[in-house]
């Protein structure tokens, strides 16, 4: 079964820290683009970042760069985001998702964790 | 890179047909045939409905269809069922070489 699996969200004070994984599995991940995409509470979604297959190419939305780093382990089949001076509007469900490649163009996503939550307060 | 911009609420009655609009501009729904639709639920994660304007995932019902006219991209759900009550969401790639995803659009089957 392909599946994407999040974790480490959780409570983190303004200015702080968080590393969010995401552990595929039933697929060849090394071959895939994948995404990171954010919903605030009660919000719609927002694309965050993305990255290329070998992890050589990376683009960030401008609400994260230079704050927010995408990363991939390719022989963990394991997708990173490390967010750093985290501010109380990144609070949201994170989630990973994997590009889809038709036969013309790699621009959709078609699968997606369950998300993972990251609440930033004091 | 603004949202793109979808009317927050659609709604029908079983059986009729209803469109979602989701309008950008000439740098991202305008400029590429890279807008996807996406259903989410409550409390789950977001399901690729359409992808490239029109084109649907295998095994996706044909009751959902998409198409694009200039700025403006629409989703059309025919045929509407109670499973159909969800949120929507567009998407587009954009010339800054990063995707949007549009406002999000409630729709409720009457």
């Known amino acids: 079964e392909v599946q994407l699996v999040e974790s480490g969200g959780g409570l983190v004070q303004p200015g702080g820290s968080l590393r969010l994984s995401c552990a595929a599995s039933g697929f060849t991940f090394s071959s895939y683009w994948m995404h990171w995409v954010r919903q605030a509470p009660g919000k719609g979604l927002v694309w965050v970042s993305r990255i290329n297959s070998d992890g050589s190419y990376t683009s960030y939305a401008d609400s994260v760069k230079g704050r927010f780093t995408i990363s991939r382990d390719n022989a963990k089949n394991t997708l990173y985001l490390q967010m750093n001076s985290l501010r109380a509007e990144d609070t949201a469900v994170y989630y990973c998702a994997r590009v889809y490649c038709s036969r013309t163009s790699c621009s959709s996503m078609d699968v997606w964790g369950q998300g993972t939550t990251v609440t930033v307060s004091s | 890179q603004s949202a793109l911009t979808q009317p927050a609420s659609v709604s029908g009655s079983p059986g009729q047909s209803i469109t979602i609009s989701c309008t950008g501009t000439s740098s991202d729904v305008g400029n590429y045939n890279y807008v996807s639709w996406y259903q989410q639920h409550p409390g789950k994660a977001p399901r690729l409905m359409i992808y490239?304007?029109?084109n649907r995932p295998s095994g996706l019902s044909n009751r959902f269809s998409g198409s694009k006219s200039g700025n403006t991209a629409s989703l059309t759900i025919s045929g509407l069922q109670a499973e159909d009550e969800a949120d929507y969401y567009c998407?587009?790639?954009?010339?800054?070489?990063?995707?949007?995803f549009g406002t999000g659009t409630k729709v409720t089957v009457l």
């Open positions: 490239e304007v029109s």
């Open positions: 998407s587009s790639y954009t010339s800054s070489s990063i995707y949007v």
